[in-house]
């Protein structure tokens, strides 16, 4: 058995984590089909954490098998609420006593900060949990009254296997608010954790005989040609449709450039471990083997094989909105399995000049910093009334600059690293955009450090609409802010975009707020702060930000068929 084991002697955690990484499958950790593994690397250094078992298809399949069995014997209909509510319990409980623990791999593995991952993830990890275990024993459905000699109920039941796909954002979390519903529920899980590579993978390696610089690309964009793809991605499509030494890897799909020894295909960048500390919590708090199985594996590769299963009736994503076409595809193509999917946005943050400027400033700041800017909800686009406009960016500027960068695990730091290589070249990619575009940046722009993966905090100002910086979803510590007339201008330019996860009105008249909020196209609007989830509260978005919602009662539909049962007291044919 492959087993991680970490001393970590920081000043924000003193002590030791040793727990098994293999895949998770009826209740045993195994090696993948293929005895491959994936490497996992510390984002705050560059390198090589530990290496991991990397699951094949064939273990989505064997997986699968493992958790029909356990539906149809010890959950599904045959573990009561009760049991179902005291397992969770349990486990809500084990990660409490190994909160520090949990926080530190999250840290070492993902790069947040020690700190916020004890305070946001992890807490809000055992809120959910326990949420859900309150559920439980508390899912029923109505008695319908039609007539006297008719009894007419509604039962929800689970619906079986379910497969979830989680992103590297919020590890643990997304592990969470998958996991707790389709629990509460009665369904059993097959769950992948990971992200896939990517799309513009490879980072930016010089191949020497050209001078230029080498991308590898997904083959769905490589086939795009040039419709939807921006100047710089066309530019790249352009430079590696000549290139003769494109491979497409068998194991993630990807296009590499194999002219070049130092390009690796599947670069080692995923921060996977707490859902796998979390299989050992699972299985010590007694859950039964097969209900919940854990694969880490890539997207193309075992997210695919989920979402296309024949068995698998319903599957849960969080991530892209490509990804999440991908998923609805594969969904309508294989089995119509039910569908949920949580995927990017570009949120608007708008700055009335009635509002609490120092307040509004404070709140913007953490709506475009947290999490370094890794969350579909972050307040990217900060619309700012013109008369408060210089005074505004003036408080932000100094706000935005005090925000200390530096090591996870140092108390008083508030941005670690990004998640990976790949997400700084991504990052990076659109900053460069914005320069090259015309863009002013105000503050930031580069990178921070000489190791690891940091960025700057980045304001942007002097934007246009079209501009790619404005459109799309950086994923990353960077905002634009824009200056706006009235309530119809800012209302225009806000919607203003394919997304429509989440918006923030700030403003000292609650008339104003709130009619604002409503006219916001969002799947939740905050008014007079930002970033504000709650496991009891609902989260997903319009548009194409994604279909359903996780967390509050409404993630229990998700994960239940209704069926209604007709009984019949005396009607005689
Ligand atoms: N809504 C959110 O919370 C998230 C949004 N994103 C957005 O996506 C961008 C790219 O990040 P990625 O990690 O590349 O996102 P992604 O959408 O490629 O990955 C998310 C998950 O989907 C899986 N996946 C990839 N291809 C798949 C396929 N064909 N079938 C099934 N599953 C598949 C991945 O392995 C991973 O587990 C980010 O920069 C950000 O803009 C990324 C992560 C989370
Ligand atoms: N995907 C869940 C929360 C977030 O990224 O903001």
């Not at 008719?150 to 919020?170: A, C, M, S």
């Not at 460069?432 to 980045?458: L, Q, W």
């Amino acid at each position: 058995m492959v087993t991680f084991t970490h001393e970590f002697k920081t000043d924000s955690f003193q002590g030791k984590t040793s727990f098994p990484t293999g895949l998770f499958i009826d209740g045993e950790w195994r090696e993948g089909g293929d005895k491959t593994t994936i490497d996992v690397v510390n984002p705050t250094t560059g390198k090589v954490l530990t290496s991991i078992p990397e699951a094949t298809p064939k273990d989505v399949d064997i997986a699968v098998k493992a958790a029909q069995k356990a539906f149809d014997t010890v959950w599904g209909l045959n573990a009561s609420g009760a049991q179902r509510a005291e397992l969770l319990m349990k486990l809500a409980q084990l990660m409490e006593k190994h909160a520090d623990e949990l926080s530190a791999i999250e840290a070492i593995d993902n790069g947040k900060t020690f700190t916020w991952a004890k305070n946001v993830d992890i807490a809000f990890s055992i809120q959910t949990i326990k949420y859900y275990a309150g559920w439980a024993d508390k899912i029923s459905g109505q008695t319908i009254e039609t007539d006297e000699k008719k009894l007419i109920y509604t039962r929800h039941e689970p619906i079986g296997v379910v497969g979830q796909i989680i992103p590297w954002n919020f590890p643990l979390l997304m592990f969470s608010w998958k996991i707790a519903p389709a629990l509460a529920t009665g369904n059993t899980i097959v769950l992948k954790h990971i992200e896939r590579v990517a799309r513009l993978v490879g980072s930016r390696v010089v191949r020497p005989h050209m001078g230029l610089p080498a991308f590898v690309l997904a083959p769905e964009r490589r086939r795009a040609g040039s419709k939807g793809l921006n100047r710089w991605e066309c530019a790249v499509v352009v430079r590696l449709q000549y290139c003769s030494f494109l491979r497409e890897c068998t194991r993630c799909a990807q296009w590499v450039c194999a002219s070049d020894a130092r390009m690796r295909c599947c670069p080692p960048n995923l921060p996977p471990l707490t859902a796998l500390r979390m299989t050992s919590l699972i299985k010590e708090a007694g859950f039964p083997p097969g209900v919940v199985n854990v694969l880490v594996g890539y997207g193309p590769t075992v997210g695919q094989a989920i979402s296309e299963h024949m068995d698998i009736q319903k599957v849960a994503f969080t991530g892209s909105t490509l990804v999440g076409r991908k998923i609805m595809a594969a969904a309508a193509s294989s089995n119509l399995k039910n569908v949920t999917l949580e995927l990017g946005g570009k949120s608007p943050n708008i700055i009335f000049d009635d509002a609490d400027l120092e307040q509004a400033v404070n709140w913007a700041a953490h709506g475009i910093f947290w999490n370094h800017g890794q969350a579909c909800c972050a307040g990217s686009r900060i619309f700012v009334q013109e008369g408060i406009y210089d005074k505004f960016l003036q408080m932000f500027t100094e706000r935005t600059k005090n925000i200390n960068v530096g090591d996870p695990f140092s108390p008083g730091v508030d941005q670690g690293p990004q998640v990976s290589q790949l997400q700084y070249d991504r990052i990076m990619g659109y900053i460069e955009s914005g320069k090259k575009d015309g863009a002013t940046v105000h503050v930031g722009g580069n990178r921070h450090g000489t190791e690891g993966y940091f960025i700057e905090p980045t304001i942007f100002t002097n934007t246009t609409p079209e501009m790619k910086i404005v459109k799309e979803e950086i994923f990353g510590p960077v905002g634009v802010v824009i200056k706006f007339k009235d309530e119809a201008d800012v209302l225009r330019q806000a919607n203003d975009t394919v997304y429509g996860l989440a918006a923030a009105v700030f403003s000292q008249n609650i008339n104003r707020a709130l009619e604002t909020a409503h006219k916001l196209q969002a799947g939740t609007a905050w008014v007079n702060c930002v970033n504000q989830l709650h496991a009891n509260v609902p989260f997903g978005g319009f548009k194409q930000s994604g279909i359903g919602r996780e967390l509050g009662e409404y993630a229990l539909h998700n994960y239940t068929n209704v069926k209604a049962v007709h009984v019949n007291l005396g009607h005689r044919m």
